[in-house]
């Protein structure tokens, strides 16, 4: 069985010894208007660029430091995992326009290993309030096929699931009984609904190790906490919400991205699935060779592509987000044109 997500360890501040943030002007995107920016370096994405992400606004940037090259150890603000960090930005009004979306193609390098993505909060099925997909559902391994092959021309995933409760489940395609209740239920995981939500922008720091990749790994992964609805009662942490992160990288053969966590993980490569980890289950893991893949994803070296990512935390269990990839990233993190509910 999955541990209580009051077992995990705390995530904790640590002062980096030494700071590397590069300085420049990159991508904007503007949110609410507040602007969000990416600086910009000459030698490449993820595996060589540098970034800088932050609030320009009254909310202030949430790190700031001087130098160049990568940001080689925790920004400051930011929560350590056992490997990377990740700080919680500032909520994200339910009912305003949101970001204006993707804002064009950009050119190479002008993104370091800092990422900008989405959390939302929310409850529990068992408190008033709460959510029917959230503190229901629970099995021991991945479900397919929840989502739609293609990612949704809204970039959001688009609901395929067979495994509704409810419904004569095939016990093949379902074979841990139901995951989910309606399409309805499962369109608010990723759009800000008022009163069954509450969204956050995210930033996650992606640590460069001595073979070249980037990794993010938390075994006690709660962005949340003391945050949104507040900690689940009874828990330690603030246990259900969703990630959302919208990124674009360069194509140049040899990259891999591996991803593993628990509950529901979905990872769109140049909109096809390439991550298929639905359903409430334990830690689980997948890895994508995208050169083995190419011709499934329809991509070809020497292009950009996006990456779309999305995660759920939809029980009060042990939550892992664990990315390692040495993929170029050529885009600091984007918020997708938001459909408030």
Same mark, same amino acid.
Request: net charge negative.
């Given at each position: 069985?999955?541990?209580?997500?009051?077992?995990?360890?705390?995530?904790?501040?640590?002062?980096?010894?030494?700071?590397?943030?590069?300085?420049?002007?990159?991508?904007?995107?503007?949110?609410?208007?507040?602007?969000?920016?990416?600086?910009?370096?000459?030698?490449?994405?993820?595996?060589?660029?540098?970034?800088?992400?932050? *609030?320009?606004?009254?909310?202030?940037?949430?790190?700031?430091? *001087?130098?160049?090259?990568?940001?080689?150890?925790?920004?400051?603000? !930011?929560?350590?995992?056992?490997?990377?960090?990740?700080?919680?930005?500032?909520?994200?009004?339910?009912?305003?326009?949101?970001?204006?979306?993707?804002?064009?193609?950009?050119?190479?390098?002008?993104?370091? @290993?800092?990422?900008?993505?989405?959390?939302?909060?929310? $409850?529990?099925? =068992?408190?008033?309030?709460?959510?029917? #997909? /959230?503190?229901?559902?629970?099995?021991?391994?991945?479900?397919?096929?929840?989502?739609?092959?293609?990612?949704?021309?809204?970039?959001?995933?688009?609901?395929?699931?067979?495994?509704?409760?409810?419904?004569?489940? #095939?016990?093949?395609?379902?074979?841990?009984?139901?995951?989910?209740? %309606?399409?309805?239920? /499962?369109?608010?995981?990723?759009?800000?609904? %008022?009163? +069954? =939500?509450?969204?956050?922008?995210?930033? &996650?720091?992606?640590?460069?190790?001595? =073979?070249?990749?980037?990794?993010? @790994?938390?075994?006690?992964? !709660?962005?949340?906490?003391?945050?949104?609805?507040? @900690?689940?009662?009874?828990?330690?942490?603030?246990?259900?919400?969703?990630?959302?992160?919208?990124? $674009? !990288? $360069?194509?140049?053969?040899?990259?891999?991205?591996?991803?593993?966590?628990? #509950? #529901? *993980?979905? *990872?769109?490569?140049?909109?096809?699935?390439?991550?298929?980890?639905?359903?409430?289950?334990?830690?689980?893991?997948?890895?994508?060779?995208?050169?083995?893949?190419?011709?499934?994803?329809?991509?070809? +070296?020497?292009?950009?592509?996006?990456?779309?990512?999305?995660?759920?935390?939809?029980?009060?269990?042990?939550?892992?987000?664990?990315?390692? %990839? =040495?993929?170029? &990233?050529?885009?600091?993190?984007?918020?997708?044109?938001?459909?408030?509910?």
């Amino acid at each position: 069985m999955a541990r209580s997500c009051r077992l995990g360890p705390q995530a904790r501040l640590v002062a980096p010894a030494s700071l590397l943030l590069a300085l420049g002007l990159g991508l904007l995107v503007s949110c609410r208007g507040t602007a969000y920016v990416g600086t910009e370096s000459s030698s490449g994405g993820l595996g060589a660029g540098g970034a800088m992400l932050g *609030v320009v606004g009254d909310a202030g940037p949430p790190f700031a430091g *001087v130098g160049g090259g990568l940001v080689s150890h925790l920004p400051p603000g !930011f929560a350590a995992a056992e490997v990377g960090g990740f700080q919680l930005g500032p909520a994200i009004v339910q009912g305003e326009a949101g970001a204006t979306g993707d804002p064009g193609e950009p050119s190479e390098g002008e993104c370091g @290993n800092i990422l900008l993505g989405e959390v939302r909060d929310f $409850k529990g099925e =068992n408190e008033p309030g709460g959510h029917p #997909d /959230f503190e229901v559902f629970l099995s021991q391994v991945a479900t397919p096929h929840l989502v739609r092959l293609a990612l949704g021309g809204d970039l959001k995933p688009a609901y395929a699931s067979l495994c509704e409760a409810g419904s004569a489940l #095939d016990p093949q395609a379902c074979p841990h009984g139901p995951e989910t209740t %309606t399409q309805v239920n /499962f369109d608010e995981w990723y759009r800000n609904t %008022t009163g +069954k =939500n509450l969204a956050y922008l995210a930033y &996650f720091w992606f640590e460069p190790q001595p =073979n070249g990749q980037f990794l993010f @790994n938390s075994s006690s992964f !709660f962005p949340l906490d003391d945050a949104g609805f507040g @900690n689940t009662p009874g828990f330690a942490h603030n246990c259900l919400f969703t990630t959302e992160l919208h990124t $674009k !990288f $360069k194509y140049s053969g040899g990259e891999t991205f591996e991803f593993t966590g628990d #509950d #529901d *993980v979905w *990872v769109f490569i140049n909109r096809h699935l390439a991550v298929d980890l639905g359903g409430v289950h334990e830690r689980q893991g997948s890895q994508i060779d995208l050169d083995a893949s190419a011709t499934e994803l329809g991509i070809s +070296k020497g292009n950009v592509y996006a990456l779309d990512l999305f995660q759920a935390d939809r029980h009060t269990a042990f939550s892992t987000f664990r990315i390692l %990839t =040495n993929l170029a &990233f050529v885009n600091c993190g984007f918020l997708e044109p938001p459909v408030v509910k």
